[in-house]
């Protein structure tokens, strides 16, 4: 099996270079803006030295959008495994991914902008290889059932589970796209906000 190769410190640096001229430009400027010769210019490079790198900007762009969610796995993974209770658990899911985005506004932008503008060649959405929606939303409808069990939650159907965790991925991700239209977005009081919300809709009446 051909094992992928290790890269120097000055390759991976300049990966990252790459990566970060790249994000700028599309968090700024839009994905439709961000060519290679616009990446590069913002480098200080050559088109070749992006070619070098990346195969591609498809595989540049597939870089930024997994990259994310690495990280961002990493991120909250600590924090999540930390708590005891279901409450806990989502409560700590919603503040800790509002914090992440937070510390990584230009990057959210950015793969906000990708998801949103890249199309393959039958129009539909691409670059979602690194994201598994209905995982998360599986993982949620899991802690809103226990959270039931544990007598924090009022009863739900798989159904009514379903929307509600649907809804909290979705306020989430809906962020990204005020991140880019309101640079003085209070994200600690969106976060607490959020939360209140959760609350009301799962609390037992």
């Known amino acids: 099996m051909n094992r992928p190769k290790k890269l120097s410190f000055i390759e991976e ?7 970060a001229c790249a994000i700028e430009i599309i968090s700024s400027r839009g994905y439709v803006q961000a060519s290679l010769s616009q990446i590069a210019k913002e480098a200080g490079i050559s088109k070749g030295v ?27 993974e600590p924090y999540l495994t930390a708590q005891k209770t279901a409450l806990g658990w989502i409560t700590t899911y919603i503040e ?24 393959d060649e039958e129009g539909k959405p691409c670059h ?22 544990e007598g924090d939650f009022r009863e739900f159907t798989d159904f009514s589970a379903r929307v509600l965790a649907a809804t909290i991925r979705s306020a989430i991700d809906g962020l990204s796209f005020q991140l880019a239209a309101s640079l003085d977005l209070d994200l600690d009081a969106y976060a607490k906000e959020l939360v209140t919300i959760f609350q009301m809709a799962a609390r037992k009446v």
């Open 13 to 19: 640096a300049r990966r990252n270079q790459i990566m």
């Open 96 to 119: 800790k991914n509002v914090l992440f985005m937070k510390s990584h506004r230009k990057h959210v932008i950015a793969v906000s902008e990708i998801v949103f503008h890249a199309r």
């Open 50 to 76: 992006i070619s070098y790198h990346f195969s591609s900007k498809d595989a540049l762009i597939e870089q930024i959008v997994s990259d994310l969610y690495e990280v961002g796995t990493t991120f909250m």
């Open 128 to 149: 979602f290889r690194s994201i598994d929606a209905d995982a998360t939303i599986n993982v949620l409808m899991k802690m809103l059932h226990r959270g039931t069990m």
